[in-house]
Structure formats: C-alpha cells, structure tokens
C-alpha cells in the first residue's frame, strides 16, 4: 500500500522565533488519518525543527541540497550534512529552484543521486507553466521532466522516491487544478512510470499534488485514486489550516 502524506513546504518564510511558534502550534495538534506528516522549515532552522519534533508524528524534511559531497560550494549544503542533524528526507525540483535558480533536469539528475546514495527519501517535484497546459502540451512538458531526471533509476530505488505534481499555475496563485485535472495528470505520471518500471513499482509510488491546497478544497482533491497526498505551500504556515489539510484523508 503506497502511503498517504502531507507534506508543509514553508518556503523563505519563518525566522527561528516563528518557527519556535509554529512547531509549538503544530505538537498541540491531533492527527486523526494516516498520513504522514513533514514539514520542511528553511536550512538555518532545521536543526532546531528536527531536535524539537524528534520522536513525534511530524518529520522535518529539508527544502533543497547540493550534489556534492562537500567542497569549495559557498552557501551549499549536502546530503551528509543533513543527515547529521537527523533529516532522512529532501525535495528537489521545486518549480522556484527551476525557475529562480535555473536547476535543470540534468543538475535534479545528479541531486537525486546524491540523495539515494546516502540513503535520504526524495519528494521530487515537477509541473508544467500555464503555457503548456494553454497548448496542450501538459503530459508532453511532465513526461519529460521525470524521464530526464529519473529514468536512470533502477526500479528498488523508487522506495526512496515520492513524486510531487506541482502546475505552476496554480502555485501561490490561489487558483488549484480542478480534482478532474490533477487525477487525468497523477493517472499518467503513474502510468509512464509502469510503461518503464511496471505496475508493482508504480502502485508503490506516492504522488503528491500542490498548488493552493487550502482546508476547502484538500478533501475532494484528496478522494482521487492516484492523488496520495498533498505539498502544501502557503497553508502550511499556519497550523490549524495545515491540520485541517492532514486531517482532510
Ligand atoms: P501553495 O500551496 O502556496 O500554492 O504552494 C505550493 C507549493 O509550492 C508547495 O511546494
């Protein structure tokens, strides 16, 4: 059974003393699904986040690292490193890094590898512009992004590896795929994942949606066969609304 998770990607948001108080907020919070829960506070935070949330329900992810090892990368972080302060898992691939840091499929490439070497979980994300989806070429755009950053994979290394669907039309827009279009979209991302790897490994693989998921909407979108789960932005800094959102399976 491949599992349900919500996962809050607080972004540059949050200075330590707000992230003290949102992690305050988040511990007062009860937790009635079954879906795993993570946040992913900023790096100068993390260790503080993951220290405090140790041994409770919520994981504490990391928003980004470096393929490296370690070296002469100023202002870079690696997977080592991150696991020395307790983090097991990492997304990569987030439309801003694509867009505002120019990460290619070939550099998320050699990030994912890093990642699996050291034995982290990956929540890899993609989607494709307003653009694309206005000509039709959505699948086309997506299809692409996960053969030229995954397909070099071998099929046991897809037990680390969560994928989330992310339109960039619809992140911090307030405008969400409908439930029809993120289904039509998780349907066919795992069904390129069985045409390469088969169905056993694609039926194990999570995939996420985000973009403006709000406690309003997070449970009709939620209720589609291939929607496991949610990369919650913006509602992710508030704690009952992230709670809501959890709860909503
Ligand atoms: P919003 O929920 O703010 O649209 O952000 C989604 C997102 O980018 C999560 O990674």
Partial sequence: MRKQIVAGNWKMNNDLSQTKSLIDALKSKTKTSNAEVMVAPTFTNLSHASSVLKNTNVEVIAQNMHFAENGAYTGEISASM?????????????SERREYFNETDELLAKKVDAALAKGMRVIFCF??????????????????????????????????????????????????????????????????????YGDNVADEVSILYGGSVKPANAEEIFSKPDVDGGLIG?????????FAIVNAF
């Fill in 234 to 242: 913006g509602a992710a800094l508030n704690a009952d609304d992230f």
């Fill in 82 to 94: 991150l696991k020395s302060i307790g983090i097991e898992t990492v997304i990569l691939g987030h």
């Fill in 127 to 196: 989607g494709e512009e307003l653009a694309d989806r206005k000509s039709g070429n959505e699948e086309t755009v997506v299809g692409n992004q996960i053969k030229n950053a995954l397909f070099h994979l071998n099929a046991a290394s897809y037990q680390n590896i969560v994928l989330a669907y992310e339109p960039v039309w619809a992140i911090g827009t307030g405008e969400t795929a409908s439930p029809e279009q993120a289904q039509d979209m998780h349907a066919f991302i795992r069904k390129t994942l069985a045409d390469k």
